[in-house]
């Protein structure tokens, strides 16, 4: 069964800090995972994209969060986290994690809501 399990979302004042955890089952070779967010009424925006193998793919962040948001990866399983420092209101959203595999097929989790406000 394919399972995309997030968590760590939660509210936070400006300035603080959240670290989402995305935990991957049931997926056969992964190519690449990535955080995207998405505010009511809006498209869904890719935040941070790590790639798995060495396809010519970088990691990259959108420009609203570069610098302050780490993608980063636990090589000896499939999860990957965000860490999001120095959060500003307009970060607020609900945050899915995506994985990608080796077909290119995609898959979601259900989405954890990150809310910034003094």
């Known amino acids: 069964q394919v399972r995309l399990v997030e968590s760590g979302g939660g509210s936070v004042q400006p300035g603080g800090s959240l670290r989402l955890t995305c935990a991957a089952e049931?997926?056969?070779?992964?190519?690449?995972m990535g955080w995207f967010r998405q505010d009511p009424g809006k498209e869904r925006e890719l935040v941070a994209f790590m790639p798995f193998s060495s396809s010519g793919e970088r990691t990259m962040y959108d420009a609203s969060v570069k610098g302050r948001f780490t993608i980063s990866r636990d090589s000896a399983s499939n999860t990957v986290y965000l860490e999001m420092n120095s959060l500003k209101p307009e970060d607020t959203a609900v945050y899915y994690c995506?994985?990608?595999?080796?077909?290119?097929?995609?898959?979601w989790g259900k989405g954890t809501l990150v809310t910034v406000s003094s």
């Open positions: 995506n994985a990608r595999d080796y077909k290119l097929d995609n898959y």
């Open positions: 049931g997926i056969f070779s992964i190519d690449a």
